[in-house]
């Protein structure tokens, strides 16, 4: 059902008394339905022009919904939680990086795909920088970028700097994975998601008195959730598997500085849709 405010979502299911605002993920398509590109560029027009997947994924054909990060964001890596920097070069602010980005820890921006392809008849600035270093230095679906020409500590802040410089200094935090089963024993899992209604992954905002908590599993508030009982999919799917699930095995991607943050009482900005689970 609809909650109060034009951009506001709340799921039958859910018993968050107060969700917050919507905010479209960065990158991503900015309207849900219902909403005109018109009242999306007013809610964001702090960010400049509306950053729609064409702007930085480069992909004319792609649609609102993101699109499913590779089976390689899935896997434990051996650099898990490791910090690189690289830098991207584009001729102008306009032209598309090549990475389609999802912002819903309010933190940083997630890459949810690389695209390996051109933009109309040249390379990418994510393709190039690849193609030009090491395995350990390239980006990689699943990794989170932290910072952007020197800010940090805001995914509104991150999207500003991206949106405003042909080169672009990040630094990128190499995502730790992990896989915990939860035995619900007739409780809720006690957490709190936010997410966006087009996305791949749900990001926990606060982990609440229910099973997780109860059963000590080291799930925490800033994981963000790839896998349902081994199976990814859309935000829909993960909440329902979430649901149904008497015992979910639940597969999380960590970055240690969103964990740091929200260990020290960070609150997310508002995203697209909010609810306890």
């Known amino acids: 059902r609809r909650a ?10 859910f018993t968050s008394s107060s969700p917050p605002s919507l905010r479209s993920m960065f990158g991503a398509c900015c309207c849900t339905e219902g909403d005109s590109p018109e009242d999306t560029q007013q809610d964001n027009k702090e960010l400049g022009p509306p950053l729609v ?13 993101a699109p499913r ?33 999802d912002s819903s820890d309010s933190l940083t921006l997630f890459v949810c795909l690389v695209n390996p392809g051109t933009h109309p008849g040249s390379l990418l600035p994510a393709h190039v920088y690849n193609a030009s270093v090491h395995d350990s230095l390239k ?13 940090s500590g805001s995914a509104t802040a991150l999207a500003r700097a991206v949106s405003s410089a042909k080169t672009l200094g990040l630094k990128v935090r190499r995502p730790i994975l992990a896989t915990h089963r939860v035995n619900k024993a007739g409780m809720s899992l006690g957490l709190d998601l936010q997410f966006s209604q087009q996305g791949t992954m749900l990001c926990i905002s606060q982990v609440l008195d229910g ?12 994981d963000r959730i790839l896998k349902v009982n081994g199976v990814p999919g859309r935000t829909e799917e993960l909440l329902n ?14 970055c240690v500085e969103v ?3 929200y260990t020290k009482g960070f ?9 306890n689970r």
């Open 267 to 275: 609150v997310p900005e508002p995203v697209l849709e909010h609810g």
């Open 259 to 261: 964990i740091a943050a």
């Open 4 to 13: 109060p405010g034009p951009h506001v979502l709340q799921c039958a299911l």
């Open 211 to 222: 099973a997780v908590q109860q059963s000590g599993v080291d799930i925490r508030a800033g």
């Open 69 to 101: 990060p590779s089976d390689a964001a899935y896997q434990p890596r051996d650099d898990a939680g490791t910090l690189f920097t690289a830098t991207l070069e584009r001729l102008s602010v306009n032209d598309p990086l090549g990475l389609y980005l």
């Open 241 to 254: 598997l979430l649901s149904t699930s008497s015992a979910p095995e639940i597969t999380t991607s960590r």
């Open 53 to 65: 997947l064409r702007s930085l994924f480069g992909d004319e054909s792609a649609s609102c919904k």
């Open 139 to 151: 980006l990689r679906d699943g990794d989170f970028i932290v910072e952007v020409n020197g800010i």
